[in-house]
């Protein structure tokens, strides 16, 4: 029994290759063959282990000698790669992005956002350790500029990307939409989108970008969306609606956001399209509904209690934890006062040309900067100052201490107080979102100028997200973060197996124990070998270089 190899060419011109088994043997004089089976449709190792078997048949032992020409070599990193590729697949977004080249560099720009934030250039860079080539399959390589093009080609896909998602993941119908937004700085002033606004992150003197993030119940990003850098926050709630409505194709809709994003405008959009709505009110609101006596202070309690008037529901709670923490922080700003007094004090004890004047503007300046004004004031008393503390105004300062009301429009055989109370809680889960976006997957700063490849941008993070909020639940009992897991999984590479100078394969090695454990956890099973592919990947002054050596 051998392996018979041929190539023929067609009258095209296009080359084709076999590999038969066949069985020679002899009848009388003569010698005949008997074809086993076509192998040309396996892949090289299979044929290679085939080959290697029917060498060393009447012997198998001896395969141990031809270790003596067979040469090792470690391959790329393939474990944290081929992990946040089978979490894509999990979680359906590969086959949401499709199967073309530009799903591919879009998926590769996902896989290198978790694996390592930074610019389309850093994600080349990464692309020539991991064996990304392999694990998508490319059919030729790319530069920064393709991943820079990519960003538009996801943008311009954008909303039917996201509409696959969003059905291919609710299997029931989802009717409770959690959203809110967030601004993220930049460094240069470029951008198309960038402005001054309320900066979320503290940056001042930086131009921003605003970002919505549209999840379900459960924190589950459905949608992103990006807007000018002065856009406020009502502004960007119209635009969800419609695509919620139209877009996701949804009827029974209930949205839940902040008391900053859904106000009487917000709710009278909603009322026009018969979707409901769940938020809170201000301060200043509960003291008005106390001063009408629709509400009373004895109903703020721990347990979640509720008031109706005229068709709207107001949900009420003291949170003992937050009381706490308001009157921690208020002593600590008033006996910052008292310290800075008893400095001036002293301060104009022994300098008797000091004006009394002048240090107490500055202590009524901090008193004003601290927002404590209205119960704390300080007077000049024979040059001292002395400060004053209206108790009466302190208590009603006090009185709502960690105290909110939730409304919503939704009626009570709809759904109970506990569960409004838990689903306006679960906004939570968008700012968690919000916090990881910035700090572990970096959408900030920006290094894309055009409002399309910002978009693309942002949704790649957004996608990102969704996978490293998959890893870390699948991960919460193995007692590590996704960073560390994947930091791990990196080191898990590819063995090269050269048989010959020509001939070659991968193969992928036993995972050690901590890796085995976060592939037990995911329920993924690692392939024995993975098809070499040499695809190149290399930035563009990689290419220039050696386009000037050849």
Not at 355 to 380: E, G, M, P, Q, Y
Request: glycine content about 4%; some cysteine.
């Amino acid at each position: 029994m051998y392996l018979s190899r041929s190539k023929f060419k067609t009258k095209s011109g296009k080359i084709y290759s076999s590999v038969i088994l066949r069985h020679s043997y002899r009848e009388g004089k003569k010698t005949k063959k008997k074809t086993i089976a076509n192998l040309s449709k396996c892949s090289k190792e299979e044929i290679l282990a085939i080959e290697l078997a029917l060498k060393h048949k009447h012997d198998l032992t001896n395969i141990g000698s031809f270790s003596k020409s067979v040469k090792l070599k470690e391959g790329l990193s393939f474990g944290a790669c081929w992990t946040i590729l089978e979490t894509a697949k999990k979680l359906n977004i590969t086959s949401a992005l499709g199967n073309s080249h530009e799903s591919k560099l879009a998926l590769w720009q996902i896989i290198s956002r978790v694996l390592d934030q930074g610019s389309r250039l850093s994600s080349v860079r990464l692309g020539e350790t991991h064996a990304l080539s392999s694990i998508l399959n490319l059919e030729k390589g790319f530069t920064e500029d393709n991943l820079y093009k990519n960003l538009k080609w996801l943008a311009k896909n954008q909303p039917e990307i996201e509409t696959k998602l969003f059905k291919k993941r609710n299997k029931k119908s989802t009717n409770i939409f959690l959203y809110d937004v967030t601004s993220s700085y930049l460094e240069g002033t470029e951008n198309a989108l960038a402005d001054w606004g309320y900066n979320r992150d503290g940056k001042k003197g930086k131009k921003q970008i605003v970002i919505g993030l549209l999840c379900d119940e459960n924190g589950i990003p459905l949608s992103t969306q990006v807007f000018k850098g002065n856009t406020n926050d009502t502004s960007t709630f119209a635009s969800q609606i419609i695509k919620v409505k139209n877009r996701f194709n949804c009827k029974k809709v209930i949205f839940v956001g902040d008391r900053g994003m859904i106000k009487s405008g917000q709710i009278e959009n909603l009322e026009t399209h018969g979707f409901n709505y769940i938020t809170a009110i201000t301060k200043k609101q509960i003291e008005t509904l106390l001063k009408k006596d629709i509400i009373q202070y004895k109903l703020f309690d721990e347990k979640v209690n509720e008031v109706e008037e005229q068709g709207i529901r107001y949900i009420l709670r003291r949170n003992p934890i937050r009381a706490s923490e308001m009157s921690q922080t208020r002593n600590a700003k008033k006996e910052s006062i008292e310290r800075l007094v008893e400095d001036r004090n002293l301060y104009l004890q022994n300098h008797p040309r000091a004006k009394i004047n002048v240090a107490k503007t500055l202590v009524t300046n901090k008193i004003k900067r601290l927002n404590i004004f209205s119960w704390l004031s300080v007077k000049a008393v024979d040059k001292k100052l002395i400060l004053t503390i209206d108790k009466k105004k302190l208590e009603e300062a006090s009185m709502l201490d960690g105290c909110y009301v939730i409304k919503t429009d939704i009626q009570k055989k709809d759904l109970e107080s506990k569960n409004i109370h838990n689903r306006y809680k679960d906004l939570a889960f968008v700012e968690s979102a919000f916090r990881t976006c910035k700090t572990n997957l970096e959408v900030r700063p920006i290094y894309v100028r055009s409002e399309q490849s910002t978009y693309g941008h942002v949704f790649v993070v957004m996608m990102s997200y969704m996978i490293m909020k998959e890893l870390d639940k699948c991960w919460e009992n193995l007692y590590l973060t996704v960073e560390e897991g994947l930091k791990s999984l990196s080191t898990l590479c590819l063995t090269e197996v050269f048989v010959n100078e020509n001939q070659s394969f991968q193969c992928v090695p036993n995972p050690r124990v901590q890796n085995k454990k976060m592939l037990d956890a995911l329920d993924f099973k690692l392939p024995k070998f993975l098809q070499k592919n040499n695809v190149k990947v290399v930035t563009k002054v990689s290419r220039r270089k050696s386009a000037q050596n050849n």
